[in-house]
């Protein structure tokens, strides 16, 4: 890699200098006004190498103004490009520095082999192994390059996860995957600030154009018709006054009584979230094994005649609908909560007074002291005057997917979406990893009465998706470290459907909590990595492959800073040739990354080498991927 510094003024006429500064910083070039019959032309067309640096400058070294820094992409292209003045040579340039962070490195020429330009244009090289300060220089922009280059590589991996939501970053082992992954997870759960639309835009946007007839959308509404019609022929409306506490408390570990089917059964009908077990008034408690109850509100009395107050008020108010009258007895969101399941079209599936409040702040209203029942009405009022496709519980949905409704985030006037920071988690697969332990699966849990009940639990996977559901402003990440390790399809499952159709629910193997349904939201984000040398492992089927992007981390010199590092790195290298690599295997898919030979010391390289490297090249020996003649060259490789 050489480093060369090229004038902008590209013809003697100075008056076009900044004209032709325009255009370098805009094509992101080098010019050089010279053709081959010149020795700056021919320099700038034979000598400069894709992969040398360019810096283009011009002055003396004690007034020295640089305007741009970048790699050579391009042979020597000649042509008028828009913008230019006229026609030239010139070079492309990838992983540029612009003028304000050249300025930022404050580099020091005094004593630079590079002097006044005599000729304009001139095209100079630094002397790093001759000249201290061209030693400094070089250093410096070349770190501020490599900087530069991991920003861009960071920029469109970004660009393909907002893209596809899933990301495989494959290659060879050494070449920092995982450290990758990590860095792409703290960009994409970093708090900050984004302008959009506002929310009463985005709620009618969505109002509008909202299609009934997909098959999402009639999937879902089958399925909570189902689960309504089913709480109903449990618990009938003019039954309730004779529930009994095994019929209405929760804590037991029942599935089937009331305020279960309230809190789980009914979540897809709008989310019921009690404070405690005491919101309920009665409930079983594990700890004392029997009913106890709250007595704030029935007080001095046992569990079976509180049972019977409650069961009466509770067959009272939902006949005759009368919330008015009996909402003392419950907290005002259960109370809504009992009426939507029972009536519907009458009352909105939102039942919290500050979920409630928020939604009104999203439809541009300010919430006054009206009560929970008052603004649940208006809330309903405000979506039916938009005349809508869409029901109650698909306006629900939206709303919990793209707002912060429970905390009252991204509800702000000036149309700015606040981002708190997100989450990001770690698995690695392995041969034996299942569809049981990364989406659901069943867990053998122990009874009070000394036997095993089995219950269906959310693993890693579905239980980021649910979080992620629940706050759409945070963003979720979830490394899949080896991700070709396991079985994919069978570990995925029906997933690999939800995976392209982010926000669509899915119904899984198993039930939980009355539903099957799973939805991905987009802000949950899958980063995995592949060994590209692990043969031994599953490949990635065609389905599973068309839902992630790929992004390739292959070797690379330019990271080793160190001298004995990159000596070392293209010994290695000679050793993934045709001479010793075995026909079925591509240099790029096994020759170890430079994080093998990225060390602070000549001790910490040497002890890599014996510990990490040369036991991985023995073993590719011994695999059939190095032939038997390498361990020769294996065996000598040394650190001076």
């Known amino acids: 890699m050489n480093f060369w510094v090229v004038s902008p003024n590209v013809r003697s006429n100075s008056g076009e200098v900044e004209t032709w500064l325009k255009c370098i910083k805009e ?31 011009q002055g003396a070294n004690w007034q020295k103004r640089l305007f741009l820094c970048g790699v050579v992409k391009s042979t020597a292209l000649y042509g008028q490009l828009p913008g230019a003045p006229s026609e030239a040579y010139y070079r492309q340039l990838t992983n540029v520095i612009e003028e304000q962070e050249l300025n930022a490195l404050n580099l020091n020429f005094d004593g630079s082999a590079y002097g006044d330009a005599s000729r304009i244009p001139a095209i100079y090289i630094f002397k790093p192994g001759q000249t201290p300060r061209d030693s400094e220089i070089t250093q ?49 759960i970093k708090p900050g600030l984004r302008l959009g639309p506002s929310p009463k835009e985005r709620i009618k946007s969505f109002l509008d154009g909202f299609d009934a007839t997909q098959d999402s959308v009639i999937q879902a509404r089958a399925e909570r018709k189902r689960t309504r019609e089913e709480f109903l022929r449990r618990f009938p409306a003019d039954t309730l ?37 005491s919101t309920y008034r009665i409930y079983w408690s594990k700890g004392s094994g029997e009913y106890e109850v709250d007595s704030e509100w029935f007080p001095d009395i046992l569990a079976a005649e509180a ?28 109370w809504l909560k009992i009426m939507n399941a029972y009536y519907p079209d009458d009352y909105f599936p939102i039942n919290s007074k500050a979920a409630l409040d928020n939604v009104l702040r999203l439809f541009g209203e300010v919430p006054g002291a009206d009560s929970s029942w008052e603004k649940n009405q208006r809330v309903y009022d405000l979506f039916k005057s938009f005349g809508s496709a869409a029901d109650a519980n698909d306006l629900t949905d939206f709303l919990f997917a793209n707002f912060d409704v429970r905390n009252g985030r991204d509800l702000s006037s000036n149309n700015t979406i606040e981002s708190p920071r997100g989450e990001q988690h770690l698995v690695q697969f392995h041969p ?39 706050e759409p402003n945070r963003n979720f990440v979830l490394i899949i470290d080896e991700l070709n390790r396991a079985n994919l399809p069978a570990v995925f499952g029906e997933l690999i459907y939800a995976l392209e159709y982010r926000g669509k629910p899915v119904q899984t193997l198993y ?15 899958l980063i995995g990595t592949m060994n590209t040398a692990d043969r031994s492992v599953a490949h990635i089927d065609y389905a599973l492959r068309r839902r ?11 990271v080793i800073a160190d001298p004995e590092g990159k000596r070392l790195f293209r010994e290695v290298a000679l050793l993934f040739t045709r001479a010793y690599l075995a026909p079925d295997f591509q ?48 065996d000598g490789l040394h650190v001076a």
């Open 27 to 57: 094509h992101q070039v080098a010019f050089m006004g010279w053709g081959e019959d010149d020795k700056f032309g021919k320099v700038f067309i034979d000598r400069v190498k894709p992969g040398d640096i360019i810096l283009v400058a």
């Open 511 to 525: 039930e939980l909590d009355g539903s099957r349904q799973l939805v991905l939201p987009p802000n949950l984000f």
């Open 140 to 188: 410096k922009l070349k770190a501020a390059i490599l900087r530069q280059a991991e920003q861009e590589q960071l920029v469109e991996a970004l660009n393909l996860l907002h893209y596809k939501h899933q990301l495989v970053l494959y290659g060879p082992p050494g070449t920092g995957k995982t450290r990758r992954a990590m860095q792409l997870a703290e960009e994409l």
């Open 241 to 277: 006054s004779s529930l009994q506490l095994s019929d209405y408390c929760i804590g037991s570990g029942d599935r089937d009584n009331f305020c279960w089917w309230l809190e789980r059964g009914l979540a897809s009908l709008g989310k019921f979230s009690p404070a405690n077990s």
């Open 432 to 470: 034996a990893y299942s569809y049981e332990d990364f989406v659901r699966g069943i867990l053998a849990k122990p009874t009070l009465a000394g036997g095993v009940s089995y219950e269906v639990e959310n693993k890693i996977l579905a239980d980021l998706a649910e979080r992620a559901l629940e």
């Open 548 to 558: 992630f992007a790929f992004l390739p981390l292959l070797p690379d010199e330019s």
């Open 307 to 334: 049972m019977s107050k409650l069961a009466d008020a509770l067959g009272q108010a939902v006949l005759n609908k009368a919330e008015s009258k009996q909402s003392g007895l419950l907290r005002e969101s259960m």
């Open 587 to 634: 240099a790029d898919e096994v020759q170890p990354g430079h994080s093998y030979f990225l060390a602070n010391s000549q001790q910490l390289l040497s002890l890599k080498l014996k510990a990490e490297l040369q036991p991985l090249l023995h073993e590719y020996v011994k695999d059939g991927v190095l032939a038997e003649d390498a361990r020769i060259i294996i």
